[in-house]
């Protein structure tokens, strides 16, 4: 999750797709350059453990966007394969 975070500040849209789970990636991802991302916070975790093959994060993360302070909250499903984390998708 920090990794996606940080991608995400940095504007590494490969990286994005690639930690992205093949079904339910999308064939590209326009990251928006005026939001900047400043701080990630991790509100709860299940699972994601070193004997896990799914986890979720909540987290929320805080940006700034024209002079202005936001957030987006979400609950994050992921899935290891092949030793690898992948993002699925926003919990419901």
């Known amino acids: 999750m920090r990794s996606r ?8 849209d490969e990286f994005l797709l690639a ?3 093949p079904e339910t990636r999308p064939d ?21 453990g070193p004997f896990d093959t799914r986890g979720v994060v909540e987290f929320e993360a805080h940006y700034r ?5 936001g957030s987006q909250r979400e ?9 690898r984390w992948y993002y699925v998708d926003a919990a419901e």
């Open 75 to 83: 609950v994050s499903q992921f899935v290891r394969e092949a030793g």
């Open 5 to 12: 975070f940080s991608a995400f500040a940095l504007g590494l």
């Open 19 to 21: 930690t992205w789970h």
């Open 65 to 69: 966007l024209l002079n202005q302070s």
């Open 28 to 48: 590209e991802l326009e990251l928006d350059e005026a939001i900047v991302w400043g701080a990630l916070d991790i509100i709860r975790t299940e699972a994601g």
